[in-house]
């Protein structure tokens, strides 16, 4: 036998193998010989299980839920091969056998193991969120499969009895220290005086096994030395958090203000509102803590004004000052007891001597604030010596000069004296000039020539450059035939003027009037204080240089002019405009029309005679033109184009005159009148549109035009009036709401005009029904008034028109045998719903107005609210102290419902259309009133008043005072003004106020 090698090939490369062969002696046949592969060399991973050597074992047996213990595992590799790192998986079971199926509870990254080897594992397993209860503990190697192995089966461990039990409850226990404890309580001080503070320092502990969260203690005081939640709280401290078994030292500041006197123990009770859960809640109180609190006592101030020698002596501005001036006292107002003064008063006195007193002159107080105790502060008060007489006195000032306040002192309150010398005050006089040419304000004229009978106006600076103030003063205007203007020259017009104060001017104004000058050349000037009332340091420059002026011959003819809204328009001017108002515009059939003013003027030299004043057809005349116009004088006359028919209106106005060049005046004007020509829809789906204050001209009868709707939305809230006229059959009319429902309707038997009033509600759609009643035709002209505003304004006109006829008075009633009775409001008559005058204007105004409001508004006496008397002068107090009313423009008091419009002795109510008011006038027939045993007619329109005939003799036979008399003259009525005529009644009456109640 022996030994031979074997090379053998295998994948490319060599591998040496040994055969044993048997060596025979002699050759032999060959021997077959089978080689196979050798076996795969695997590991096997197992965790050991109980009753192997090394068994699987807990750090413990039982833990509570939230805690952790240690799994021992012997990790085996009983394969032939090597095994790679690993990843054992931890498990949970309900009972002794493990598997992967079992829940998952970790996993423990392995090392490789060599075959036939092993290593001993720990893991430790957290119980955190376990429900308390029995579990098994095991491993499994290799629980992902992620190493292939020998044998797959025997991965598990044997699981280990683990006993998992609840936590117990972890509370707070919050306890205050105790005296003898380690942290007792104690006060800052063990006596105070009430109304201070003392600290109490506490120590908060937690002796739980839990943490205790914030809490607030509660701060007692107590009559003894046991601290409760029954005794008096005097604060509550709130506390942070506390963790088991720590304390923290607290402080709280305990107040005292409005303690009695007395004895108290100072204790703390923590969570004493028991918020907190503890394992032991009655060691919550401390002991006491004794505190003595005394009475405070009384602090009174003591007010002191302080003397010369002290730190803050009193002192003046000046040492001397003239009469009529001013001096600045200044000193130290001190408090220098122990109690605060409240705001006090001093007194500023003038003595004799230098020891100040109250028993000496006062001049004044002066107020000062509050002051600390043991404080000051520095005052200054103005001294007048204004009256004064001229010498020398002694200045201070007393504190507290009245007594109001208690001190602890009441005698040191004076101050010294301060010596102060007045002196007289030189005399101070004014020096009025008027400045002369050269002058930087030289004397002018508003023209160098005028025609005689004109007007020319003198500009002239008066200047006071004296050293005293000028008061109001008078300048005489001077004609002179040279420059040099004097007193001796002839006097023209005297020109009032304010007063002027020392080195100062102010520029004059007057207009002169020529008439009755003869034509030549003069001189003007002025003279200030021509009369000499005034005492000047120089009465010497007092006139002016003169200035020079033509006088012409004034032309003896007259001149007419005639103006439309300001305009000329000339004479035979046959092309009507809008701007000199001949072209009246267009206006809608049946409304109120259109009314111009057209002025006439004399701008000749002699009088101006008028006559025949005639109009086209279409044209009414409102009011004409007196017969004659002195030189330079004007009149007005008022046409209307009417609409009461639709067309073009056009013709020539003409009127006669002693004007040489134009005896006859002419021009043309013209207008249009529009009227509806639509045929009116049958049904309400079919209404027509309706402009409020538009006039429709319809027909309508019983075939086929049965009925006639019409429809309209409220731009606003406020009042319909809708009059159906100029029927020749019986028609009625209805207003319907937007469904259809009846509000109101006008069935007057016959041909009569109907006419309904309804009130409407912004946004709301109405109609207005127009039946024939079965008549088989009729014209009809349909008229509608809107009337905007509130209920209250509405119902006011409303009341008025309720007494449109009614007579107007002025105060007394003339009886027909020559008495007189005199006629007032009191409280019977402006209750009276049915009241039905005689008004005078105010009286008519107030009553509508408190009829429907309640307010009393426009009394004569406004100091006494249970008056029940109303004038003009009441209504024009009422405007000036806004009571009850605002103003508003002339043109939104026409066009606002029950807006009051006032003129000087007049009142009145709009009616809200822009040109219409109503109110009770004498201006039907002229008013009259008496004075002197003589009639006056009274125009408030013009404003004009001129003697007139005796009325007769029953209205003089008691007249005999100047006291305005009351007769029927006039009603209550309508009239119709612009904003611009309302102007005119501005500049003639002086004042005109419009306002809303």
């Known amino acids: 036998m022996g030994c031979r090698q074997l090379l053998h090939r295998r994948g490319g490369g060599l591998r040496q193998r040994h055969l044993r062969v048997q060596r025979e002696q002699q050759p032999s046949s060959g021997v077959w010989l089978t080689v196979t592969a050798p076996p795969v060399q695997l590991p096997d991973l197992d965790v050991q299980n109980a009753g192997d050597s090394y068994p699987p074992t807990l750090s413990a047996s039982s833990v509570v839920a939230g805690g952790s213990v240690t799994l021992t595992y012997r990790l085996s590799n009983f394969g032939t091969g090597s095994a790679p790192s690993s990843v054992t998986g931890i498990y949970r079971s309900t009972d002794g056998t493990i598997s992967t199926g079992d829940t998952r509870i970790g996993t423990d990254s392995n090392g490789s193991l060599a075959a036939n080897s092993g290593s001993t594992e720990t893991f430790t397993i957290d119980t955190s969120g376990w429900t308390p209860g029995s579990y098994y503990i095991g491993a499994v190697a290799d629980y992902n499969n992620a190493i292939s192995e020998s044998n797959e089966g025997n991965n598990p461990s044997s699981g280990v009895w683990l006993t998992v039990t609840a936590p117990p409850v972890q509370l707070p226990d919050l306890d205050v220290q105790n005296a003898g404890d380690s942290y007792p309580p104690t006060l800052s001080a063990s006596s105070i005086v009430a109304g201070g503070s003392v600290t109490l320092t506490y120590r908060l502990s937690n002796f739980g096994t839990g943490s205790a969260p914030s809490s607030v203690t509660g701060i007692y005081r107590s009559s003894d030395s046991t601290i409760s939640t029954s005794d008096t709280r005097v604060g509550t401290d709130s506390n942070g958090s506390l963790a088991a078994d720590t304390g923290r030292t607290e402080t709280f500041t305990v107040d ?175 020096d009025l000039d008027v400045q002369n040419a050269g002058d930087s304000y030289p004397p002018t004229l508003s023209a160098s020539s005028v025609v005689a009978g004109g007007g020319v106006t003198l500009t002239y600076r008066l200047s006071n450059f004296g050293t005293g103030s000028a008061p109001s003063s008078v300048t005489g205007i001077y004609r002179s035939s040279d420059s040099t203007i004097s007193t001796s020259d002839t006097r023209v017009g005297t020109d009032s003027n304010g007063s002027l104060a020392a080195n100062t001017g102010r520029t004059e104004t007057f207009t002169i009037d020529t008439t009755g000058w003869a034509a030549g050349s003069y001189y003007i000037g002025a003279v200030a204080d021509y009369n000499k009332a005034i005492s000047e340091s120089n009465e010497s420059n007092n006139p002016s240089s003169g200035v020079r002026l033509t006088v012409t011959a004034a032309p003896t003819t007259p001149e007419v002019t005639v103006l439309g809204n300001a305009v000329s328009i000339a004479d035979g001017d046959t092309t009507p405009v809008a701007t000199d108002h001949t072209n009246f515009g267009s206006v809608e059939v049946g409304s109120a029309g259109v009314t111009r003013t057209f002025t006439v003027r004399n701008d000749g030299g002699g009088t101006l005679n008028l006559s025949n004043l005639t109009l086209p057809t279409g044209f009414t005349l409102v009011n004409g033109l007196v017969t004659s116009l002195a030189p330079g004088a ?79 939305t409220a731009a606003s809230s406020g009042h319909v009036t809708a009059n159906l006229t100029g029927l020749s059959a019986d028609l009625d009319i209805r207003a319907l709401n937007s469904s259809g429902t009846q509000i109101v309707a006008g069935e007057l038997e016959g041909n009569s005009s109907e006419s309904i009033s309804f009130n409407v509600t912004a946004g709301q759609v109405y109609y207005l029904h127009v039946d024939p009643f079965g008549v088989a035709s009729s014209n009809y002209r349909l008229a509608t008034t809107f009337i905007s505003g509130a209920a209250s304004a509405t119902e006011m006109l409303a009341e008025a028109r309720s007494h449109l006829g009614e007579d107007y008075y002025w105060r007394y009633r003339l009886n027909a045998d020559g008495s007189r009775t005199y006629t007032t409001f009191n409280s019977t008559t402006i209750n009276d719903a049915d009241f039905s005058g005689p008004w005078d204007c105010a009286e008519f105004v107030s009553y509508c107005i408190y009829q429907e409001t309640g307010n009393r508004i426009g009394l004569a006496d406004p100091s006494n609210p249970s008056s029940f008397e109303f004038s003009s002068a009441g209504w024009k107090y009422a405007i000036a102290n806004e009571l009850g009313v605002t103003q508003v423009t002339l043109q939104t008091a026409l066009e606002t419902v ?27 027939s002229s008013g009259k009133y008496f004075s002197d045993d003589r009639t006056v007619y009274y125009d408030p329109l013009n404003k004009s008043a001129t003697p007139g005939v005796v009325w007769d003799t029953n209205d003089t036979a008691s007249v005999s005072d100047d006291t305005p008399m009351g007769v029927d003259i006039g009603d209550v009525t309508y009239h119709d003004y612009t904003a611009s005529e309302l102007e005119h009644l501005h500049a003639t009456a002086g004042v005109v106020d419009a306002f809303l109640i």
């Open 256 to 430: 005292t203000t409005g303690w009695a006197a007395g004895s108290y123990y100072i204790g703390a009770v923590a969570d004493y509102n028991n918020a907190i859960s503890e394992s032991n809640e009655s060691n919550n109180p401390s002991s006491g803590v004794w505190l003595t609190v005394t009475a405070p006592p009384v602090q009174l101030p003591d007010l002191d004004v302080q003397n010369a020698g002290d730190s803050y002596p009193p002192t003046l501005s000046a040492s001397s000052v003239v009469a009529g001036g001013s001096v600045t006292l200044t000193y130290r107002l001190s408090n220098f007891g122990t109690g605060s003064a409240p705001s006090s008063v001093t007194g500023i006195y003038r003595s004799t001597d230098g020891a100040i007193s109250t028993g000496d002159t006062r001049i004044g107080t002066d107020s000062n604030a509050s002051l600390a105790a043991n404080t000051g502060r520095t005052e200054t008060f103005t001294v007048d010596t204004t009256g004064w007489a001229a010498g020398s006195y002694y200045i201070g000032a007393v504190a507290d000069y009245a007594n109001a306040i208690s001190e602890s002192n009441e005698s040191n309150n004076p101050s010294s004296g301060v010596w102060l010398t007045v002196t007289a005050p030189p005399v101070q006089l004014p």
């Open 634 to 712: 004007t009149d007005t006359f008022r046409v209307r184009m009417d609409a009461a028919t639709a067309g073009t209106k056009t013709g020539q106005i003409t009127f006669a005159s002693n004007d040489p060049n134009e005896s006859a005046f002419n021009f043309v004007v013209t207008g249009t009148v529009t009227g509806m020509t639509t045929d009116a829809g049958n049904t309400l789906a079919t209404a027509t549109d309706l402009t409020l204050g538009n006039t429709v001209l319809q027909s309508v009868g019983s075939s086929p035009d049965s009925n006639d709707f019409f429809h309209f």
């Open 898 to 924: 029950g807006a009051v419009i006032w003129i000087e002795e007049h009142v009145m109510m709009s009616v809200g259309n822009g040109y219409q008011i109503i109110e009770a006038s004498a201006r039907k």
